[in-house]
């Protein structure tokens, strides 16, 4: 647009006749009108005909700058015009984005295989015109009727190399440059498009290219900015359902430089709901990664409980965080509970066990508290089941003997919450059986479980542990509290008995013989 011909005619008008209809406040309207008209001339539908069109323009600007290339290579003023174009008629191929039911005829028309050879371009500009490009073509709308099409787009971008042009831009772009900042923002947003079309791409993307360590460069980076919390959100989108990615990074030193991207707020909170995200996303990464049992030993090698352990004392935003990492790292590995115990972590973890939790001004909802308080109980659970004898097992122990057995109290508060939760599910559930609504035995156990019955079995775990250590001032206490609530034993047991029937051989049938094992010594001896 002309602004020097509108600010003309402002300033010949600066006093205009307020009935005339060719201005209105300094404004021509003609102009306005004629841009309104090319606006909707553009808005047109597109068809099959028009694609056509767009196609062929672009293969010959294409055609034409490659020519000026190869005849002119050192002499930058005599291809320059061509590579105009050819950026204009990229910003012409936008359009196809409003139709991607022409996705297929594109690809028969072999659109896509020159495209996406541009993003090996020796001017980057073309290359982050044709990535910006991409993230339009490739950002299918979930409402779509038929996603058949988009699909098909994302097979024939996957079969002509485009995860490895991507990742192959990205290490030449500089974010100190905003233009390549945005390609580098766009290249995030096709990768990611391209999983929500295609979720093997999540796997297929780390296994050809280098992006695990591109990431994992981004997010050590000490400043915060829009492309670092993409690149935490990236990451943990590759990490969340993918065991050979949790590996994979977990090869390159990822759990150490996550750690590191998280001990920035160690003593600090996020400055903004942005960065507040970001940090949430590392920690999701971190959760991730702690799945493997061989990331687990990188975490205590690079002095991951510590770390979480500082956080926690700090209570700072982390804090909860900080928690949800400790009982995945604690899980079923008995090194991170000694650790755990070693480095004097007991004092912290029942300190917020016991509701010495921080105020956190942004999360005062119960959800927030009451998640916080089953990661504690599931991390106590791990700490029992990782410390099984010795001084260890005794410090762990004498937890529950001191200050009149105020965690034992503690405990059966949390028992007696989480069972009214269960019975009422049960009540329910029964209601809802009276009134001819059918459920199987799993789908019933499922929904009690949503209830709040997994944390109900953990509480009973860790009172079986106690009851064994045969101390008779816990066991009096535990026998006292549940006469006070109306309760026995015996509802105990039930509780550990539906565990022990419903514990699954995902970590294989020794470990699923070895854990019903132990619960069945909890049943015997209460």
Request: hydrophobic residues 40%.
């Amino acid at each position: 647009m002309d602004t020097n011909h509108l600010k003309r005619k402002r300033e010949i008008n600066s006093e205009p006749d307020q009935y005339d209809d060719s201005t209105q406040n300094g404004i021509d309207l003609s102009l306005l009108e004629s841009l309104e008209q090319s606006s909707s001339a553009s808005a047109e539908p597109l068809d099959l005909r028009a694609a056509k069109k767009l196609v062929i323009s672009f293969e010959r600007r294409l055609r034409e700058n490659l020519e000026a290339r190869m005849k002119h290579p050192d002499r930058p003023d005599r291809f320059a015009d061509s590579e105009v174009a050819l950026h204009e008629e990229l910003d012409r191929l936008r359009t196809l984005a409003g139709a991607p039911e022409l996705y297929p005829d594109l690809i028969s028309l072999n659109l896509f295989p020159p495209l996406v050879g541009l993003l090996s371009h020796d001017n980057s500009d073309i290359a982050a015109d044709t990535v910006s490009l991409l993230s339009d073509l490739t950002d299918a709308d979930e409402d779509l009727e038929d996603p058949e099409p988009a699909v098909a787009l994302a097979d024939c971008l996957i079969e002509n190399n485009t995860l490895e042009l991507l990742v192959q831009n990205l290490t030449r772009l500089s974010e100190s440059d905003q233009d390549e900042a945005n390609a580098v923002h766009n290249t995030l947003a096709v990768i990611e498009n391209l999983i929500e079309l295609k979720p093997a791409v999540a796997d297929m993307v780390c296994e050809r290219t280098k992006l695990l360590r591109w990431l994992l460069g981004r997010i050590k980076t000490r400043e915060f900015d829009a492309n670092k919390q993409y690149a935490s959100e990236i990451l943990a989108i590759l990490l969340q359902n993918s065991v050979a990615n949790q590996k994979r990074f977990g090869q390159i030193n990822g759990v150490d430089g996550v750690l590191q991207a998280v001990s920035f707020y160690k003593s600090r909170d996020p400055k903004s709901s942005d960065e507040e995200e970001m940090l949430e996303n590392l920690f999701d990464c971190l959760c991730c990664l702690l799945m493997p049992v061989e990331n687990k030993e990188k975490f205590m090698k690079s002095e991951g409980v510590e770390l979480m352990i500082i956080i926690m004392k700090q209570k700072k935003s982390a804090y909860g965080s900080a928690i949800r990492a400790l009982d995945f790292a604690m899980t079923k590995y008995p090194p991170a509970c000694e650790r755990f115990v070693d480095v004097l972590g007991l004092k912290t973890v029942f300190s917020a066990f016991m509701g010495k939790l921080p105020i956190d001004k942004k999360n005062k909802k119960e959800s927030y508290q009451e998640e916080l308080e089953e990661r504690l109980i599931s991390l106590i659970a791990s700490l029992f089941g990782g410390v099984t004898r010795g001084s260890r097992r005794d410090r762990l122990l004498s937890k529950f003997v001191e200050n009149e057995c105020e965690k034992i109290d503690r405990l059966m508060e949390f028992y007696i919450r989480y069972s009214d939760r269960v019975k009422a599910e049960m009540e329910r559930l029964n209601k809802l059986e009276l009134d001819d609504l059918e459920m199987d035995e799993d789908e019933q156990y499922n929904r009690k479980l949503e209830a709040g019955l997994y944390t109900l079995q953990l509480i009973a775990v860790i009172l079986g542990h106690i009851w064994t250590a045969e101390h008779q001032k816990m066991r009096g206490r535990i026998e006292l509290l549940l006469k006070q609530n109306k309760l026995t034993k015996e509802d105990v047991k039930d509780i550990l008995q539906e565990y022990h029937d419903n514990i699954g051989d995902l970590d294989g049938p020794e470990e699923k013989e070895r854990a019903q094992a132990q619960i069945q010594k909890f049943i015997s001896a209460l």
